[in-house]
């Protein structure tokens, strides 16, 4: 349970941008939901396997609290989590998460937030199929040439992608200011003919991420990063800007 706990808040609080967590289980799955409070980012996730003391659905408020105890050095090693559970409707869902260290003397709870509260904080959302015309596999050096160009144009909030010659390239400012470009991936097999805008910040947050990952792009204006930590796969779905 800690590891799935620690994976959760990496793949959301960590972000910086993913706050709060929806927990639908049943016994075959159990999936997780975010969304950003401006809807720029929308997560959606399925754990590898299904956590039978998650059945149910729920929210995980407060994820930075959640972080501190899983951080915290009293719970580092042979400490008990517990998932708290009461009875509602004749029906046993989980409330909460109770934290104990070894020896039994430093306690914490944390609680869940009702499936009622959590449902109208985050709304679910479903996207429709859409072409996807540029569908990769980034590497670690084109990652990490995409932070040198993000620091190169640090006052630019946003980057356009488009397809140039068969490569995917990712264009930082305009003509009017410092501007700059670089070749993302190169024999990319489809063609955007859209200029979508992409926010910077929030794709090297996610590209940052330790897992598998693919990144797809459709002229429909909606970027995909799948992330697989190989505790669940996260799906971060972006709507685009117009630049």
Not at 8 to 19: A, D, E, R, W, Y
Not at 40 to 56: C, H, K
Not at 82 to 109: A, M, Y
Not at 191 to 209: D, E, F, H, Q, R
Request: include cysteine; aromatic fraction near 10%; proline fraction near 4%.
């Amino acid at each position: 349970m800690q590891d799935l706990l620690k994976d959760i808040v990496s793949h959301t609080h960590n972000l910086g941008f993913l706050n709060v967590v929806k927990v639908t289980g049943d016994g075959n799955k159990t999936a997780i939901d975010s969304m950003a409070d401006d809807r720029s980012v929308i997560m959606q996730a399925e754990t590898a396997n299904p956590y039978a003391d998650l059945v149910g659905v729920f929210g995980m408020p407060q994820l930075n609290k959640l972080k501190y105890h899983l951080d915290c050095p009293e719970y580092k090693e042979n400490a008990s989590i517990e998932v708290l559970k009461s009875t509602r409707n004749g029906e046993e869902i989980p409330t909460g998460l109770h934290f104990e260290n070894q020896t039994g003397d430093f306690k914490n709870d944390y609680r869940f937030m009702s499936e009622k509260l959590i449902t109208e904080k985050l709304p679910s959302v479903k996207f429709k199929g859409v072409k996807w015309n540029v569908d990769i596999v980034p590497t670690n050096a084109s990652i990490q040439r995409l932070k040198f160009m993000a620091s190169a144009n640090s006052e630019e909030v946003t980057f356009t992608a488009k397809t140039v010659n068969g490569g995917l390239t990712f264009y930082f400012g305009d003509a009017a200011s410092h501007a700059g470009n670089f070749v993302f991936e190169q024999g990319v097999s489809g063609t955007l003919t859209k200029a979508w805008s992409w926010p910077v910040g929030v794709v090297i947050g996610i590209l940052s991420l330790p897992g598998d990952k693919t990144f797809k792009i459709s002229d429909e204006g909606v970027a995909e990063i799948t992330v697989d930590s190989g505790i669940a796969t996260y799906r971060y779905m972006l709507p685009a800007q117009t630049k």
